[in-house]
């Protein structure tokens, strides 16, 4: 007889592979188990860590706990109280419904589960190791579950492999954390990480009042107030006034009936409500609440939950478009409790990451840049655009492209040149500036734009990059350090990023577990916009750090250090900051592009601009 070539896995094996999908990381696991912990009514739920969530992950609650029958079952696969049809699952109302969590939880760890109802006199304790059962026993505790999760991934080694640092580990545990915390602002809260108490929320009484226990005042006196009311769905949350803005989309929270997702859709809808309020390339702060019938929802997309799917996403997207643009519309009335700076408290955190306290904050307010708002399109500001004056340089010669199907045998004569010439920027006429944002310059040959972000952009990047090369980017020291205050959920990681932040100009100390003391900044954009550049720096600090494992990615971050400290398009420039701009882009290798690859300047010829006009 032939052997069987298909079979069907053992148990245990099973288990683990549907752990995987389930429980990707220590954050997974966290996530699952607070969300167990609300749909059981808890109105305190404390969490506790060690290791990035590998050595322990404990969730402690007071809700309404389990009778020991049910506490053995739910250690098994698709126990769950939440669902009892296939019907059930085209109107979900509870954050948990597969029945999964628990038991992948329990196949690839040591857990143990503690338990009791309020009408109990005892409580229930279960071990269980790799999913099996061990022990049951009577307890002492108060009402409500307690779970550990000891060793997760123990007995799969190629998931524990593929786990990131211990510090990017803890950064997913807080970020989750934050998003069940926001969407749940009636419950008190407390993440504990290696005996060092991150987070203690205690029960707020709006979601505004939960923003400013996470990130500080500063960000939650920004916020405006929203609602939509449309059949069958509301659309409402908290947005940021148009004069703020970040340099990634990560303050950005949606949720769907109480679950937090992470949904393009609603993504894109807040992202173009704020089209021609912020500058491009920033990202505004929201949070977003859709509550929208069960059945008009399909949560069971997606091994994790975190995405959805709509039946009708058109009517989704134009609510939230129209709730968060109508409200933009006028901002003259924050509705959000404005807070004033003399009663800020210095340790707020602004931007979710980053803020500076008392004096030094308003000096460098002083001396900042302004950006683009939509009462004032072009600003100007009083600060001059930083060039550092260095030894004179040779102009740079940058040889033009040449493609094959350029050449040919024609001879070349004084009016038919054999290659197109990049200007000399400083030696032509400056027409002046246009649209706050694009230097109009006369050549012989017709009308040349160029850019100015692009332009500075480029100026800075070689600029860092020389000195970097040299032996590490000069630095200016301020006058008075700056006091750092970082989002506790990303501390541990901002931590160890300060050898590439160092590396970049930013003279940092650490002082305390979540503070850093600013010192100094890059030279070439010297101290007084050094806060708001860390912050951005900060913003875009990726899970992998600023290097990222390859041995260009320390560049790209220095594209990105140069474009957060470049001149932005809306920044109207005197005739004496145009003029040493084109000097130093004329003294500047690869002038013609930015770092990224967009052009510095476009050309339109004497001969299109006069045929334009039919001459």
Request: charged fraction near 25%; include cysteine; glycine fraction near 8%.
């Amino acid at each position: 007889m032939a052997e069987h070539v298909v079979h069907i896995l053992p148990e245990q094996v099973a288990s683990q592979i549907a752990a995987g999908e389930v429980v990707e990381r220590p954050a997974s696991a966290v996530k699952e188990l607070i969300e167990n912990s609300l749909d059981a009514g808890a109105r305190a739920i404390s969490v506790e860590i060690e290791r990035g969530g590998v050595a322990l992950i404990a969730v402690g609650d007071d809700g309404c706990g389990m009778t020991r029958e049910d506490a053995i079952l739910s250690l098994r696969r698709h126990a769950t109280s939440k669902i009892r049809s296939a019907a059930d699952l085209t109107a979900i109302r509870t954050l948990g419904f597969r029945g999964e969590a628990l038991a992948s939880i329990a196949s690839v760890s040591h857990l143990k589960l503690q338990t009791r109802r309020a009408i109990d006199a005892n409580g229930v304790e279960l071990t269980a190791d790799g999913g099996n059962i061990d022990d049951t026993r009577e307890c002492a505790m108060a009402a409500g579950t307690r779970i550990e999760v000891r060793e997760l991934f123990f007995n799969t080694p190629a998931r524990l492999k593929f786990l990131k640092t211990l510090a990017t580990e803890q950064g997913a545990i807080a970020d989750a954390f934050q998003r069940i915390a926001l969407a749940n602002h009636h419950v008190a809260f407390v993440l504990i990480a290696d005996q060092r108490k991150i987070f203690e929320l205690p029960r707020a009484a709006s979601p505004l009042e939960r923003v400013r226990q996470l990130f500080g005042s500063k960000l939650a006196g920004s916020l405006l107030r929203f609602e939509l009311d449309r059949p069958g769905l509301r659309a409402r949350g908290l947005a940021a006034a148009s004069n703020e803005s970040f340099a990634t989309g990560r303050m950005i929270f949606t949720f769907v009936n109480g679950r937090s997702v992470r949904d393009r859709i609603l993504i894109r809808a807040i992202e173009q409500a704020y089209q021609t309020l912020i500058p491009r390339g920033r990202h505004p702060a929201a949070v977003l609440f859709v509550d929208i019938r069960p059945e008009d929802v399909d949560v069971n997309v997606h091994p994790m939950k975190t995405e959805v799917r709509f039946r009708n996403s058109g009517a989704v997207f134009e609510a939230v478009y129209h709730a968060v643009r109508d409200r933009l519309a006028d901002q003259t009335d924050s509705n959000a409790a404005a807070t004033s700076k003399a009663n800020q408290a210095p340790g707020d955190v602004a931007m979710g990451l980053i803020t500076m306290s008392t004096a030094s904050e308003e000096q460098a307010a002083s001396n900042e840049p302004r950006e683009s708002s939509p009462s004032s399109p072009h600003s100007r500001s009083d600060a001059p655009l930083r060039l550092v004056p260095d030894a004179p340089r040779p102009a740079a010669f940058q040889r033009p492209l040449s493609l094959a199907y350029d050449r040919d045998d024609r001879p070349t004569t004084a009016n038919t040149p054999a290659t197109a010439q990049i200007p000399m920027y400083s030696q032509l006429r400056v027409i002046g500036q246009i649209f706050a944002g694009y230097i109009a310059l006369e050549s012989d040959d017709g009308l040349i734009l160029i850019d100015q972000h692009a332009a500075h952009e480029r100026v800075t990047f070689e600029r860092l990059r020389a000195e970097l090369r040299d032996g590490g980017v000069r630095v200016q020291q301020m006058l008075a350090p700056v006091p750092v205050e970082l989002n506790p959920a990303r501390a541990a990681q901002i931590q160890n990023a300060v050898g590439e932040l160092r590396a970049m100009g930013f003279d940092l100390e650490p002082f305390g577990p979540t503070t850093l003391l600013l010192k100094g900044a890059p030279a070439v954009f010297g101290p007084e916009g050094g806060a708001r550049l860390l912050a951005d720096m900060i913003d875009s600090l990726g899970e992998a750090g600023f290097r990222g494992g390859k041995e260009d990615a320390f560049e790209t971050w220095l594209k990105q250090l140069a474009c957060h400290g470049s001149v932005r398009v809306g920044r109207v420039l005197e005739a004496a900051e145009i003029h040493s701009l084109l000097a130093e882009l004329d003294r500047t290798e690869f002038k013609t592009n930015c770092p990224h690859g967009r052009p510095v300047h476009i050309n339109f010829g004497r001969g299109q601009i006069e045929r334009m006009f039919r001459r």
